[in-house]
């Protein structure tokens, strides 16, 4: 069994700071790919931000330049810094992860249960 445990979320001022962090547990082999998503209310879920297990990160147009990922690959744990927030990155946001546990012979794609992110003007 694997969980994925975020903190981190909370109420903010148009251009505050955020850290989410997000922390994998349970029977892991290798972890692949671990990102966040946001689904603002009413809308779908859209990617955030992707950090490999080798490479560079990504980022959605909308937040390249205030949001920085990353990764403590010994402990199992993904961050979202998150500056300069602006009222439209209001969200739940989602941690994400492609992980081959001790049981399975290929990756599966896990999910956190969601962090609200409130940015108020």
């Known amino acids: 069994q694997v969980q994925l445990v975020e903190s981190g979320g909370g109420l903010v001022q148009v251009g505050g700071s955020l850290r989410l962090s997000c922390a994998a547990s349970?029977?892991?082999?290798?972890?692949?790919?671990m990102g966040w998503y946001r689904q603002p209310l009413g809308k779908q879920r859209e990617l955030v931000a992707i950090?490999?297990?080798?490479?560079?990160?990504s980022y959605a147009d909308s937040v390249k330049g205030r949001f920085t990922i990353s990764r403590n690959y010994a402990n199992n744990t993904v961050f979202l810094q998150m500056e300069s927030l602006k009222s439209e990155d209001t969200a739940v946001y989602y941690c994400?992860?492609?992980?081959?546990?001790?049981?399975?012979?290929?990756?599966?794609?896990?999910w956190g249960q969601g962090t609200q992110v409130t940015v108020s003007s």
């Open positions: 950090i490999p297990s080798v490479g560079s990160a």
């Open positions: 994400n992860a492609r992980i081959r546990t001790r049981l399975t012979p290929r990756d599966y794609n896990y």
């Open positions: 349970g029977s892991i082999r290798s972890i692949n790919a």
